[in-house]
């Protein structure tokens, strides 16, 4: 729904409304067999944030009145961390291929560089 992507059916959230007296609330029905009618996006923030710029759970679920996405986007946003970007950092330090240049740079001979024509 949010950002129209296709996929499995068994990577994407799929969403209901819950009606009381007061709100209409869009919440995860995580067993995929919640009554009524169901729409689906992937669990991420990003996906979440683009259905609600687009105004797409209206459509999809056919809502007459305004929903309230809080209590999906708690759920969303307990299942999809924010990411801090330290852990990537050390992960690309730790998981960069080895590109050989030590091995190179033994078998040059001190003073001579590599691609000179020697003029």
């Known amino acids: 729904m949010g950002c129209r992507q296709r996929t499995a059916k068994s990577d994407l959230l ?19 067999h919640a009554p009524g009618r169901g729409a689906h996006l992937h669990p991420t923030r990003e996906c979440l944030g683009l259905a ?22 708690r759920h969303v946003e307990q299942q999809d961390p924010v990411d801090t970007g330290q852990a990537d950092a050390t992960d690309l330090a730790s998981n960069a291929p080895n590109t050989g240049d030590a091995q190179r740079d033994q078998g040059r001979r001190p003073g001579k560089e590599s691609g000179s024509s020697g003029s």
Do not use: M, S, Y
């Open 14 to 32: 799929r969403v209901v409304l819950a009606r009381d007296e007061t709100a209409t609330r869009l919440v995860a029905d995580v067993t995929g």
């Open 52 to 73: 609600e710029r687009r105004r797409a759970f209206a459509r999809a679920l056919r809502a007459r009145t305004p929903i309230d996405v809080g209590p999906l986007r």
